[in-house]
């Protein structure tokens, strides 16, 4: 028979509530690169792409963000996007690739891993044109091959386009162009065009990137997904479906919400959010801030303030009974300030016995109405323009007149008397438990 023990206590928490550190003010770091300002409208997935590796910037400090980017670049963040690189040393361009010797020394390995991995193929082979700019319609092509979706792209090709110069995309890259917007990932522009012989920027490829890099996760980084419980100087602590850590930040680390750049006092408990790490330390966060969470419960806890102020959490089951001011209840009607006697087995609740916490009111006005026969009165309220409250009297409420007798009677006070009312509420009822007669009519 398991030890029953007694506990009083006044409940903090339905559930657990995490707390938001008081003054952290972690500074935003500094700009990612020299041309993208805070609020760059790719800022993050600059900063996403280059702490990755698969974007860089240029030695003078600049990313070059209105700079087209050329075939081979396009090839090469693609190549790393996917995670093909990591064993790039080894490969070799096929003898069907013609004319390796005339690209750049750095575009080899990808060029081979392009040609290997079966994203340069057909008249690319002959053709590849690896210093010419990216078109969109080109771009399309190439990510819908690294995803591995040729067939589904062969399978959209006589779907009908609705881009208003759908025209323009070339036949071979019209299955491809569909699939990207079907998959989210290229969904054109507002005036309705997809602008497919456009050069594509490297701004924009960052975009790209980081969209393919969210839907195919292939990018070998230390990358940690959950829900903020705290937030310190210079460290997260965050909840996952392994558990709860603490993950330590960067000085330098790039903090965004909702998309923006941001500081780490921005977030708040529960923002989910996605940390990249480099080493022991997170170098960026992306957070979001969930408004709805979906899930199944699998346990309730209560958070309660002892008699001697030491907090302890409790378990709550689907046996757990409670009474509430002698009613049966449930949970969500328990709220933080009432007081409990709690039933224990262990760590579970079994049964758990509340009181309503008492809740102060006071109130000055002039007397509207007296009816004694329902024993309540209706005030209109000081300084409050319109505003009328009904209070409510019983066999305990005590009434002090003007000239500072004490009785039980309503009938002591008039329409037009000034009083005080003090009193507690009980659901949306204001109960008197002394009303206080300061001017009268008589």
Known sequence: MPKVK??????????????????????AAEQIFSDVPSGYWAEQSIARMSVKGVITGYQDGTFGVYKPVTRLEMTAMIIRTMGWDSNASIEVIPGTFKDPAELPLWGKKYVAIGVNRGIISGEDLTDYRGLDFAKRYEVAQYIGKAMGMEDEAQALESERLTYTDAKDIPVGARGYVALLREQGLMTGNADGTFQPLQNVTRAEMAVLMAKLDRMMNRIDVNEIKGFVKEVGTNSLVITTGDGQG?????????VFLEGKRSSLSDLLPWDSVTIIKDGLYGVSVE??????????VEEITVTVRLEDGVERIFRVNEDTRIRKDGENTDLVKVTPGDELELRLDGNIITRMYVSSRVV?????????????????????????ESQEITVYTDNNTNVVTIDGKISSRLSKINEGDTVVVVGEMDDDDLVATTIIVTATIR
């Open 6 to 27: 007694n506990l009083k206590s006044g409940l903090l928490a339905a559930v657990i509530i995490f707390f938001l550190a008081a003054g952290n003010t972690v500074a």
């Open 246 to 254: 603490t993950i330590p930040l960067a000085d330098d680390v790039y």
């Open 287 to 296: 957070a979001e801030r969930i408004d709805e969470l979906k899930g199944t």
């Open 360 to 384: 102060k009111a006071q109130y000055t006005g002039k007397v509207l109405d007296v009816n004694t026969s329902r024993e309540r009165l209706k005030i209109a309220l000081d300084g409050e």
